[in-house]
Structure formats: C-alpha cells, structure tokens
C-alpha cells in the first residue's frame, strides 16, 4: 500500500500560481495512475489532472489543461501540480491520489484507491 504525502497549498491571490508536491510514502509509484482531485465546499470531488508513471501519459480535466500542468520526478517518486492563473473558483482542498483506475476511467475522481490527506488552496480575489 502506498501513502501519499502532499505539501505546496496555501493562500494566493488571483492570477498567481501554486506548485503542490506529493510524494510517495511506504511504496513506489510504479504501475500506478498518479495525479490530483480537488474538493470545493459544498461540491462534488473534482478530477484535476493525473499521470500514468509508468508511460508518462498525462491527463487532464478540460476545465484545468490550459492553466494546469502535472509532473513527476521518477528518481524522488514525487509528483506535481503546477497551478497557474488560479481563480477564486480553484480554491478547493487539492487529495493527491493514486491507483489503477479501469480503462477509460481515469478522468474519475472517485476511482483511485488511494488518498493523501489533503492540502488547502485559497485563491483570493
């Protein structure tokens, strides 16, 4: 089982950019679908953007691809979020999440079996 350890969340203002790290904890990222979902109050959780490590393939909701880039640093088994032009709409708690969704089913939030614990991104206006 892998534990995920985020950090990198916090406070913004609008227009400004965050990068969020999570690294692997008790086990590798290999084989795995790495990446990010965010929770805003009252909502639904919400895919942001995830990559396969293995391949390198990345993925990415619509809504995010133009502002959002992912990453990974094989040798550290860390993965990144690098959050540009942040809107007050992006401010959500940011799970790092890994797992092997089913095929076609990675852009699902909920079909990752693992789960940091979350960190906090407000975005100012």
Known sequence: QVQLVESGGGLVQAGGSLRLSCAAS???FSHYVVGWVRQA????REFVAS???SVGLTYYA???KDRFSISSANAKDTVYLQMNS?????TAVY???AGRPPYGS???AYAY???GQGTQVTVSS
Request: hydrophobic share 25%; charged share 35%; with cysteine.
């Open 95 to 97: 799970y790092c999440v």
């Open 62 to 64: 619509d809504s995010m």
């Open 26 to 28: 008790g086990r590798t």
């Open 41 to 44: 109050p009252g909502k639904e």
């Open 113 to 115: 079996d693992y789960w």
């Open 86 to 90: 942040l809107k007050p709409e992006d």
């Open 51 to 53: 990559i396969n490590w």
């Open 106 to 108: 990675v852009r699902y």
